[in-house]
C-alpha cells in the first residue's frame, strides 16, 4: 500500500507543488497514513510477522519505500524546473529578423 501512494503521489507532487516542502509535508503525511493503516492490517492477520520476533527486514523496506518517494518528488520539481528554465529561454530569445523584399 506504501508502494502505492507513493508511485501516485510523489511525481504529480514533484510536478504541480511549486513549494518543495509543500509537496514533501503532503506526501509524509499520505505515507504515514498508509503506513499505519499497512501496519496494523499485517498485524491483525497474524501470519506476516512471526511471534516475538522484531520485524526488521519490514522497518528497512518501509524506510526504503519513503527516501524513494522523496526522491521522486525532487526528480519531479528539478524536472519542471529545468523544463520551465526551457520555455522561458525560448520566449525571451530573439527571432532573427527576415530580410526586407524589395
Do not use: K
Amino acid at each position: 500500500m506504501i508502494a502505492v501512494v507513493t508511485l501516485v503521489l510523489c511525481l504529480p507532487l514533484g510536478w504541480f507543488v511549486q513549494s518543495r516542502l509543500v509537496a514533501n509535508t503532503t506526501y509524509a503525511v499520505a505515507y504515514l497514513w498508509a503506513f499505519v493503516f499497512q501496519t496494523l492490517y499485517l498485524l491483525v492477520d497474524g501470519s506476516a510477522f512471526p511471534p516475538g520476533e522484531f520485524p526488521l527486514s519490514y522497518g528497512v523496506t518501509t524506510l526504503g519505500v519513503l527516501v524513494v518517494g522523496f526522491a521522486l518528488i525532487a526528480l519531479a520539481h528539478e524536472a519542471r524546473t529545468r523544463s520551465e528554465a526551457r520555455r522561458s529561454a525560448r520566449r525571451t530569445t530573439p527571432r532573427p529578423e527576415a530580410p526586407a523584399v524589395a
